[in-house]
């Protein structure tokens, strides 16, 4: 089982940047492949990006591409999500997932059901 907490949010002008973090728990972390979500009011929940269990392989949504990176510290059971060049657009909650262990495969890497852990989210609002 992986709980998964987000910090980092927060106020920002538009091309400022924050860094998010998602700290989680759980003796198998660094099996998982990760990734990030966004959610704005009145919107679906919007794939940003994913990275392998190994940290080395990343993908991310076109929307974010060269202004965000993913990373993770499996000795610290910890992913980030690193935000450049933010624009009002980016202003959503936040949320980390860790992929489902029964057959992932079935979704692609951006399909929200391809995650069977899910944090609580943090807020991110991009000021223009």
């Known amino acids: 089982q992986v709980q998964l907490v987000e910090s980092g949010g927060g106020l920002v002008q538009a091309g400022g940047s924050l860094r998010l973090s998602c700290a989680a728990s759980?003796?198998?972390?660094?099996?998982?492949?990760m990734a990030w979500f966004r959610q704005a009011p009145g919107k679906e929940r919007e794939f940003v990006g994913s990275i392998r269990w190994s940290g080395n392989s990343t993908y991310y949504a076109d929307s974010v591409k060269g202004r965000f990176t993913i990373s993770r510290d499996n000795a610290k059971n910890t992913v980030y999500l690193q935000m450049n060049s933010l624009k009002p657009e980016d202003s959503a909650v936040y949320h980390c997932?860790?992929?489902?262990?029964?057959?992932?495969?079935?979704?692609?890497?951006?399909?929200?059901?391809?995650?069977?852990?899910w944090g609580q989210g943090t807020q991110v609002t991009v000021s223009s």
């Open positions: 759980g003796p198998t972390f660094s099996s998982y492949a």
């Open positions: 997932a860790a992929e489902r262990v029964d057959r992932p495969y079935r979704y692609t890497v951006s399909h929200p059901l391809r995650y069977g852990y």
